[in-house]
């Protein structure tokens, strides 16, 4: 029998949408809508592992550390969030030209996710062999790779999801995701670091090898999905498909809007390092706080802001980042004002709680509302055109945010929350989707 004909996935399914009639299929084909509850939830298995692998190499928190742990030089910390974000979403425009040639796009994500485990497998066995200078080139190396690998899986997914999954589903979706992943790795966490003993080296390659099998584990959930066959126009060459995507840029309005407003919310996520920094002196348990904090964030408040963004995507983006804004001034005005006092150590995992909380309603309204405002190839190269422009933003932004932060973390924290509301502001004039 089907995995996706089980009554028990029926109902289930059945509650998760919370309707009597559990299938709204409003943008997805006949065939598509049959498949719906099968394939939310090997998609929302898939999410959930690889959310619990992000969360466990999270380079705003343990992979920051790890790298002070084997003696790399501490400059390296700086590029950890840019290249993992930019090295996945800069080359999205030259995949995107690739994917639109195949009518299915799920192999695109399992292959993706196989070498982003590859490479954080990769990262475990480099950590264990190597120390200094070379554990951390190694590091930062695997890191260019995966994220790359990642890109892959970035632009699959929305073009997958667009076509399993109806609208008014997605959001919640994804708010799940990251519930069930934050309530996972809560657990691990509360395990791992349940003592004030700095982490040892067999710790971190452990901790490396089993996200490395989450994301395995995810792909081979993501390959039993059951995706029919879509369009393929407009796959010619990558280059030239590339150049004709940005010109979306200049003619789509509501397009551009969105762009715009998606760069600066991104100050929800280059503001959490810097609230680490701040307690860099702290031993082991405050590293195992924030690691908590940010389980807690997505196990607390995903599944929320996954409901909203069903009913209004643009208000969740408003919300969460006016809410980011707020964290980054708070963080700000308390390190100008408390500088040199360690007793207020313990506030800063609480604001970098709340900003992870801010983050997962930027990160679920903004990917909701992206694949709702458009349908068919048009989805992929909006994702694409975005994300390579985010892409280039974050190097950008990342480096005029390290250059505040060598006046104070306190400066860097202040240019954000100015970002954060401009964005909140920007994001209240985007139409309705």
């Known amino acids: 029998m089907r995995f996706t004909t089980e009554p028990a996935v029926e109902r289930l399914y059945g509650l998760v949408a919370n309707e009597e009639d559990a299938r709204v299929c409003t943008d997805i084909s006949d065939e598509a809508c049959r498949e719906v509850p099968g394939n939310f939830f090997l998609m929302l298995s898939s999410l959930v592992l690889t959310k ?5 190499i999270n380079p705003k928190t343990v992979l920051a550390w790890l790298i002070g742990a084997v003696g790399a030089p501490p400059a390296l910390v700086a590029w950890l969030v840019p290249i993992r974000e930019s090295g996945s979403l800069i080359p999205q425009l030259i995949i995107a030209a690739q994917i639109r040639r195949q009518p299915h796009r799920k192999p695109v994500w399992v292959i993706g996710s196989t070498l982003q485990g590859l490479c954080v497998l990769a990262m475990g066995i480099s950590v264990y062999l190597l120390e200094g200078t070379a554990a951390g080139l190694a590091v930062v190396g695997l890191l260019i790779a995966w994220s790359l690998s990642r890109g892959l899986c970035s632009v699959a997914m929305k073009d997958v999801q667009g076509k399993c999954i109806p609208k008014t589903r997605r959001g919640r979706l994804a708010g799940l995701a990251s519930t069930f992943s934050g309530v996972a790795t809560l657990v691990i966490t509360m395990l791992a670091f349940s003592t004030n003993r700095d982490p040892s080296l067999p710790f971190y390659t452990g901790l490396l090898f089993g996200a490395g099998l989450l994301w395995m584990g995810a792909a081979l959930l993501f ?14 060459n990558a280059l030239n498909d590339a150049i004709r995507s940005l010109s979306l840029l200049k003619w789509d309005k509501p397009f551009r809007d969105f762009v715009m407003t998606r760069g600066l919310l991104m100050a929800s996520a280059l503001g959490a390092p810097f609230l680490v920094v701040l307690t860099q002196d702290g031993g082991g348990w405050m590293l195992g706080s924030f690691v908590l904090a940010s389980a807690l964030a997505s196990m607390l408040s995903a599944g929320i802001w996954g409901w909203m963004a069903d009913v209004s995507s643009r208000l969740v983006m408003v919300r969460a980042g006016a809410l980011a804004a707020l964290v980054c001034l708070t963080g700000a005005c308390l390190a100008l004002a408390a500088e040199g006092d360690k007793t207020l150590g313990w506030i800063y995992p609480g604001l970098f709680f709340v900003l992870a909380v801010a983050h997962d309603g930027v990160r679920i309204g903004r990917k909701t509302y992206l694949v709702d405002m458009a349908g068919g190839n048009k989805r992929t190269d909006y994702v694409a055109v975005s994300n390579t422009v985010i892409g280039v933003l974050l190097l950008v932004v990342g480096g005029l945010s390290a250059l505040a932060s060598s006046i104070s973390p306190a400066v860097a924290l202040l240019l954000l929350a ?14 309705t989707v």
Do not use: H, K, Q, Y
């Open 418 to 431: 100015a970002m954060g509301l401009t964005g909140a502001v920007s994001a209240v004039r985007l139409p």
């Open 223 to 236: 390959s039993r999905i059951d995706e029919f066959a879509g369009e393929t126009a407009g796959g010619g």
């Open 52 to 56: 619990i692998g992000d969360l466990l």
